[in-house]
């Protein structure tokens, strides 16, 4: 990529599958109002909208380099479940998944800041979430390990809970490192990377 790449995104896991995929960029966090979804909300469409606004936010205060704008956000029998609000929601959202699957969605957008054009994907990974014991659920939330993940956990933290059954790891990390070198590519090829 000839561009500057820009992440729109404060996600230390994040600027580390990005750093770890040897990329360059520089980090501007849009700073987007990230609002709960209303009950029913489709996943795809909400992630979708949540990481166009970031683009979009981002790309307006430069006026060269390609932003990398992404969300992500989990979903089981129908409810979204993004960030935990505390313990509490954390606890909530633990107990839903477990003994179920959860699919892990990320929107990710590449929006170049001179042509203002774009390119989107979602990227879909589905987690096996296996039952806890009350020992196992209380010393995940006393850890803390839940604040600021989707879905209140992390495989990146080798929770034992927690499996990839399908799709990209790295995507349930919270940026599919796959679909983005195709999106580059993709990019690079139209002639704005």
């Known amino acids: 990529m000839t561009k500057s790449l820009i992440l729109a995104s404060a996600s230390p896991r994040r600027r580390q599958l990005l750093t770890d995929a040897g990329y360059t960029f520089l980090v501007d966090p849009s ?11 489709n ?15 981002v790309a307006s205060r430069h006026q060269t380099g390609v932003v990398l704008a992404a969300d992500t956000s989990c979903a089981v029998e129908g409810e979204i479940l993004n960030k935990p609000n505390d313990r509490n929601d954390a606890e909530r959202m633990i107990r839903l998944q477990e003994g179920r699957d959860t699919a892990v969605l990320t929107a990710v957008i590449l929006y170049d800041a001179e042509r203002l054009t774009w390119l989107g994907a979602i990227e879909t990974s589905i987690v096996r979430f296996r039952r806890l014991t009350d020992l196992e659920r209380t010393a995940h939330l006393d850890s803390l390990r ?3 993940k989707a879905g209140a956990y992390g495989v990146q933290d080798n929770d034992p809970f927690v499996s990839v059954a399908s799709g990209s790891w790295s995507n349930v990390v919270g940026l599919p490192m796959e679909r983005l070198a195709e999106m580059i590519r993709q990019f690079s090829r139209r002639g704005e990377a």
């Open 31 to 41: 700073g987007i109002d990230e609002p709960e979804p209303p009950r029913g909300a």
């Open 43 to 57: 996943v795809a469409a909400y992630v979708a909208e949540l990481a166009w606004r970031k683009a979009f936010e």
């Open 146 to 148: 839940w604040e600021g």
